[in-house]
């Protein structure tokens, strides 16, 4: 294990789990190699975790084992109990999570915790830290899944030195609903490999269609992300019919993992009773090492996500890849990219408003390549990974800069 780390990152979901935030943190690890980074994460699994070769040691994960006798009673009482002296935190991965964290401390000794939306942790591990440490939150989306009241009672922003998102829209959305918003605030944007998602030629288009076994031929648009019902697919799923109706070559490839197997129930059966088994394919999650290619194999992204998202990785990750991209027009897509590199759709619920865009994309070759060369250049400039961890480069310096 390593000792005396400068950054360690607090990401409940491990590095080789499908998600954004935590391979962004395992990209970190491996690239930003000036500093001692440690990635603590949760994992019960009988499965064997990826071996990361060089830099394995950077990888903890925690789980049950090695708890103590009351941690184990605790974790035995019904859930309405276990809030207590815990600043809220409940359920037994959670609270596992935070028990081995801190117990894993002392030994770390970091010097910066960066904590990705585990912000009920702060305040707990505050308790354990005996040296100088500065405490990050890095707010990697809207807090939209909480409540006002218990945004305001269970947050704990005074036991952050500083809240690093995504965008500004987002650290807006949650000032407004905090009784107190006290930390400085940095806003860095995601980032995304330029190299490995970039637009593929037309040969590797036709191959990448066969290794995912689509229709050569047909316009392939493409869905990817969490499939839970909040990034909106039935809306698209819904639609598909008068699409198909208007161009039968339109192709609906949804791809995505997600533990809402009611959802995927639901989906699966909206493809059967719309009729749609011919021109929708609905899969599960991807490789990771694999995701580039999905995108490369596509001829158009849509993201009718109806919850705003800090900075969506699925739709940096298809503008990189020189897709054109439709999306929903949260405040967080808006302040990344224009009108001119993206399509916005209002209003995503609204019954069919999806249909006149693809549609539109689908006929106009013209506005296919002036979206995708326009947000392929937009990423290239602002938010490729040599850029971004230049900025993190940047800010971690001077967090260890401030502790004297």
Known sequence: MIHNVDILHLSKKPHFMTGSFNRFIYEQIRQLNEFRQVMISYWDKENIIPDENDIKDAFITVNKKGLNLFQ??????????????????????????????????PRLNPKIIIFYEQYKMGKELRKVINWPCRFVLAQRRFSHFLEKREFKKNCSLGAYDIIWTQAHAAYRFDKARADRYEPLVKVIPNAVDVYKFRPASFEEKRILRGKWNLPEKQFVVLLLSRQVPKKGTHLLLHSWPKII???????????GGGDDSEYRRYLEKMIHSLGLSENVRIQGAVDQNE???CYQASDLYVFPTLHPEGMANTLLEAAASGLPCIAADHEGAMEHYSKDEVIF?????VEDVFIEPVLKLIRNDALRESL?????????????QEIIFDHLKRFYRRQLSMLG
């Open 72 to 105: 184990k009673l605790y974790l035995m009482l019904p859930k309405r109990y276990q809030t207590f002296g815990f600043n809220g935190i409940s359920g037994s991965d959670k609270l596992v999570y935070l028990w081995q964290t801190a117990k894993l401390l």
């Open 245 to 255: 109706s208007e161009n039968s070559n339109a192709y609906l490839w949804i791809l």
């Open 291 to 293: 995701i580039h290619t």
């Open 345 to 349: 759709v209002s209003d995503p619920n």
């Open 372 to 384: 995708k060369h326009a947000a392929r250049s937009k990423v290239e400039q602002n938010y490729s």
